[in-house]
């Protein structure tokens, strides 16, 4: 059993040691700063500059944050507090099969849906054009796909919570909406940080729905209707081909160990925050 256990923990270490190992021969001719801070891609003239990937991975990942977390939270509470059992019962196994969805019918339902959406209906309501392929685009197929994960666990988050603390609540005179800010966020506050952040890890790491919406096209823009290009989706494009430009490979690999520590960061700052939250 405990060999079992050092197994499972070894294998964080040797992803990423595999992962250094492939993307040595990069960092050996350029340095991390460079390599991260810079907006020059011509792989022909030996440029790689990661910083328009970084950018879109972000954008994407906190545009899908801002629009599913408030949803997941506020259905769930309305899940667990206020409606019927009965609807509960149903919308479970629902909650199951979104997350059972594979990536690319997310994707194929972006292009046939959001893509023509943001294209037709919503750049030209802002007053701007786009193609649909956009960061906007990315990011609600990235929500969709992420509600599923973020909705189940903070209804299990609110089932935890003990009866008694909310019915002690009630029986003082607050409100059920008064309960549920002052006993349930506060109670669950740990789980519901978890929930986030197990989100956001996801919706970063995502490739196939993504990069078929998001445009695949190098540029740093604030506007959600521009074209992006998230890490996922150059090492999905491109492993494989064109392997034979010099360093080419060893790009490829070190965009896959930028994902790999950008989402050990971010889940290692969310384990911390929930351990604070749980000592004050």
């Not at 050092?6 to 040595?24: D, F, N, R």
């Not at 786009?130 to 906007?136: A, D, E, K, Q, T």
């Not at 190098?218 to 998230?230: A, N």
Request: proline letters at 6%; aromatic letters at 14%; one cysteine or more.
């Amino acid at each position: 059993m405990r060999g079992g256990l050092y197994l499972l923990l070894s294998i964080p270490a040797l992803i990423a040691i595999g992962l250094y190992w492939k993307a040595a021969p990069l960092l050996a001719n350029h340095s991390f700063a460079e390599l991260i801070l810079s907006a020059k891609w011509f792989p022909m003239k030996g440029e790689f500059g990661f910083m328009p990937f970084i950018y879109s991975s972000a954008y994407v990942t906190v545009l899908s944050f801002f629009l599913s977390a408030p949803l997941c939270l506020f259905a769930a509470v309305y899940l667990t507090q206020f409606g019927k059992k009965r609807l509960l019962n149903v919308m479970l196994p629902v909650i199951d099969i979104l997350a059972g969805i594979p990536s690319v019918v997310y994707g194929v339902w972006g292009v046939l849906v959001i893509v023509p959406a943001v294209s037709d209906y919503v750049a030209p309501f802002f007053g701007t054009s786009s193609s649909g392929y956009s960061l906007l685009a990315g990011g609600v197929v990235l929500a969709v796909m992420c509600i599923p994960y973020m909705l189940n666990m903070l209804i299990e988050v609110f089932h935890t919570i003990p009866v008694g603390m909310k019915e002690a609540s009630l029986s003082l005179g607050a409100t059920h909406w008064e309960m549920v800010k002052h006993v349930i966020f506060k109670k669950g506050f740990p789980g519901i940080i978890s929930a986030f952040g197990l989100g956001i890890a996801k919706a970063f790491g995502e490739t196939i729905a993504v990069l078929m919406v998001v445009g695949n096209t190098l540029d740093i823009s604030v506007s959600p209707f521009s074209p992006g290009y998230p890490l996922p989706a150059l090492i999905a494009n491109n492993y494989g081909e064109m392997m034979s430009i010099p360093d080419y490979d060893s790009a490829l690999m070190f965009a896959a160990l930028l994902l790999f520590v950008i989402i050990l960061v971010i889940n290692l700052f969310f384990r911390y925050f929930i351990h604070k939250t749980e000592q004050s």
